[in-house]
C-alpha cells in the first residue's frame, strides 16, 4: 500500500490548517500582523518544500522499481531556494518578521514528523507482525 | 566587518549542507537499495524516507535563510 499521497494530504491540511490560524491572527491582532504574516508565508514555502519533496520520492521510486538509472538528482538545491524565497519575500520585501518565518518553514518538515510517527505507532499496534512474520 | 559577514555565511551553510548531504546520501541509498529488494515495500519505504529527508533537510534550508538574511543586513 502507498502511504506517501496519505501522509502528503494530511500534512497538506495541516499546513492549511496553520495557515487559517495565521489568517485569523492577522485580523485579530492588527499589532502583530509581521509576525502572522511572515509565518504564514514560511508555511506557504515549507509546504511547497514538502510537495517538491513528496514529487521527487515518487520519480525515484518509478526510476529505481523499472530498472532505470535515475536522470536528476535528489533537487536540495530546488529545495533550499524555494526556502530561500520565501525568506527573501518575506523579510526583505514586506519586512516582515524573520523568526516567525523560519518558524513556518519548518512547521512542515514538524507535522510530517508527527504524523509519521503517530501512523508508525497506529500500524504497529493493529499488526503485531510486519510482512515476514517477525515480531517488533 | 563585510568579510566577516560573509565567512559567517559560508560557514553556516557549509556545514550545515555538510550534514544534510551525510544524511540524504545514507538515506537515499538505503531507500533505493530496499525498492530495488523488495519492490512491493515501495510504498512505506518512500514514507519513511519522506519524513527522514524532510527533517534533516530542514537545518540546511533553515540555515541558508538565515545566512542570506544576516548576510545582506
Known amino acids: 500500500m502507498n502511504e506517501l499521497p496519505d501522509l502528503l494530504k494530511r500534512v497538506s491540511r495541516i499546513a492549511f490548517f496553520f495557515l487559517s490560524m495565521g489568517c485569523l491572527g492577522w485580523a485579530v491582532w492588527p499589532a502583530y500582523q509581521n509576525v502572522f504574516g511572515g509565518f504564514m508565508i514560511g508555511v506557504i514555502g515549507g509546504m511547497a518544500i514538502s510537495w517538491h519533496l513528496a514529487w521527487k520520492l515518487v520519480r525515484i521510486g518509478d526510476s529505481v522499481v523499472s530498472g532505470r538509472k535515475p536522470r536528476s538528482g535528489l533537487g536540495f538545491v530546488t529545495r533550499a531556494c524555494i526556502g530561500l524565497l520565501a525568506g527573501v519575500i518575506s523579510v526583505r520585501m514586506l519586512e516582515f518578521n524573520l523568526a516567525a518565518t523560519v518558524t513556518g518553514i519548518i512547521a512542515s518538515p514538524m507535522a510530517t514528523l508527527v504524523l509519521g510517527l503517530i501512523s508508525r505507532s497506529r500500524r504497529s499496534d493493529g499488526h503485531p507482525t510486519d510482512e515476514r512474520g517477525e515480531k517488533h | ?63 541558508l535563510v538565515l545566512a542570506f538574511i544576516f548576510m545582506s543586513k
Open chain 2, 1 to 63: 566587518m563585510e568579510i566577516y559577514a560573509l565567512l559567517a555565511a559560508a560557514i553556516v551553510f557549509g556545514l550545515g549542507a555538510l550534514g544534510a548531504g551525510i544524511g540524504n546520501g545514507l538515506i537515499f541509498s538505503k531507500t533505493v537499495e530496499g525498492i530495488s529488494r523488495q519492490p512491493e515495500l515501495r510504498g512505506s519505504l518512500q514514507t519513511t524516507a519522506f519524513i527522514g529527508v524532510g527533517l534533516v533537510e530542514a537545518l540546511p534550508i533553515i540555515s
